[in-house]
């Protein structure tokens, strides 16, 4: 029989940890987090890292693993989660993999394209071309050197113009022939069972949203960066880490290029298209959805997830 695996994945703002936390006073589980941000040490206000009393409940993978100045590939994920999910399974535990990367799930259910790692010297190449030529100069590039992938592509979509570019000059093939003839699935072994977090009404998950940014404001979030800065000289906003919703908005307010309010007003609605982007991967991602059309009430979302699981899980 194929080991089990729960996945656990919803937009930002709705509760996932607190619930997967929940879940271990009925299961024997250990947690796996699916969070392109949480891999990060030093960073946990703006990150929304699980707290030291929630660490201490459950065991925690994948939190803390890698400085700012490193990279984290999809593929890395995938084989990291894969000997995971095996070690749980000796250990006589259920593994539940939380988040809301939703690249990262996609690799797990679909399998993924072997891609070359990111290179930081052509990034900071990428990035000067943008500042001095600007975004459609890239884009042009991009439509001649692999005009499929430049049609898939908005072309206001910076960080895939960029990574498409990347992969080019790192490998010299085109990212869609890559896509097309490395295609790997090193997950199909395992009996995953996807549960997602969904929300009819915006406007709830929105309050939450904005609610829970102010909130890292006043916990500390702007001191969180101003340490990282000091701590690692050589980061920019150009690192991966940096790019991360919220950080590269608290960087601008550091760099004197926005206002306080602006910051308020910037992180919110870049934690709102994220929260959008994550909503589109999951409508189209074939799992249960534990819809709360309410207001994400709590006892609810578990209750719901409780007694669907039930069924699903074989101990």
């Not at 080019?168 to 003839?181: C, F, K, W």
């Not at 709830?204 to 800065?229: A, C, P, T, W, Y």
């Not at 910037?266 to 999951?282: D, N, V």
Request: charged fraction near 20%; hydrophobic fraction near 40%; include cysteine.
């Amino acid at each position: 029989m194929n080991k089990q695996a729960i996945l656990l994945m919803g937009p930002t703002a709705t509760g996932k940890t607190d619930l997967a936390i929940e879940l271990a006073q009925l299961y024997p589980i250990e947690i796996i987090s699916v969070d392109s941000a949480l891999i990060y040490r030093d960073m946990n206000i703006g990150t929304a890292k699980p707290t030291l009393q929630q660490l201490n409940k459950v065991a925690h993978h994948l939190i803390d693993i890698i400085s700012p100045l490193e990279s984290y590939s999809v593929a890395e994920f995938i084989q990291d989660s894969m000997c995971l999910i095996h070690d749980i399974h000796k250990r006589g535990h259920l593994p539940i993999l939380v988040g809301g990367t939703m690249m990262y799930f996609n690799g797990l259910l679909n399998g993924m394209s072997v891609l070359p790692k990111s290179d930081t010297k052509i990034r900071t190449l990428l990035e000067k071309e943008v500042k001095e030529h600007g975004l459609a100069h890239l884009y042009q590039q991009l439509a001649l050197i692999d005009p499929v992938t430049a049609h898939k592509i908005n072309p206001n979509d910076k960080q895939r113009i960029m990574r498409s570019l990347e992969v080019y000059r790192i490998s010299g093939e085109v990212i869609s022939v890559l896509q097309a003839n490395s295609h790997v699935h090193l997950a199909s072994e395992i009996d995953f069972i996807p549960v997602s977090i969904m929300c009819d009404d915006r406007d709830i998950l929105h309050k939450r949203i904005n609610q829970r940014f102010i909130k890292m404001l006043d916990d500390g979030f702007v001191d969180e960066v101003s340490k990282l800065r000091n701590k690692y000289p050589t980061l920019t906003y150009e690192y991966t880490a940096m790019r991360s919703v919220g950080y590269y908005q608290v960087w601008q307010y550091l760099e004197g290029l926005i206002s306080f309010d602006e910051l308020i007003l910037q992180g919110s609605a870049a934690t709102r298209q994220l929260a959008k982007r994550q909503i589109t991967w999951l409508r189209k991602m074939n799992s249960y959805n534990i819809n709360n059309q309410d207001n994400l009430e709590y006892n609810i979302l578990k209750d719901n997830i409780i007694a669907y699981l039930k069924a699903k899980i074989k101990l």
